[in-house]
Nanobody, 117 residues
Framework: QVQLVESGGGLVQPGGSLRLSCAAS????????MGWYRQAPGKQRELVAV???????NIADSVKGRFTISRDNAKNAVYLQMNSLKPEDTAVYYC???????????WGQGTQVTVSS
């Protein structure tokens, strides 16, 4: 059983920065791709950014130039550096990962990001 454990959410003022981290528990498997989705109140969950083990990325237009995704393959970990945060970035952010052997998708428990003055 794979568990994705997130950290790094919180409250930040507009224009501020936050860094989210997520690591897959366990060993003997690879998680690929990994990434982040978010869900704001009353809205559907949407892709923020995903990254493959080779470093290929898919980043939502709404966060391009402000958010950076990276990963540590050895740790099965993924990170999201969020800069120039806006109130519309407020959402619960979910870590995502696909087991590279079984193809099963896993989700973290979610971490709240609130951008407000």
């Amino acid at each position: 059983q794979v568990q994705l454990v997130e950290s790094g959410g919180g409250l930040v003022q507009p224009g501020g920065s936050l860094r989210l981290s997520c690591a897959a528990s366990g060993s003997g498997f690879r998680v690929n791709p990994m990434g982040w989705y978010r869900q704001a109140p009353g809205k559907q969950r949407e892709l923020v950014a995903v990254i493959t083990s080779f470093g290929s990325t898919n980043i939502a237009d709404s966060v391009k130039g402000r958010f950076t995704i990276s990963r540590d393959n050895a740790k099965n970990a993924v990170y999201l550096q969020m800069n120039s945060l806006k109130p519309e970035d407020t959402a619960v952010y979910y870590c995502y990962g696909r087991h590279s052997y079984t193809g099963h998708d896993y989700w973290g428990q979610g971490t709240q990001v609130t951008v407000s003055s």
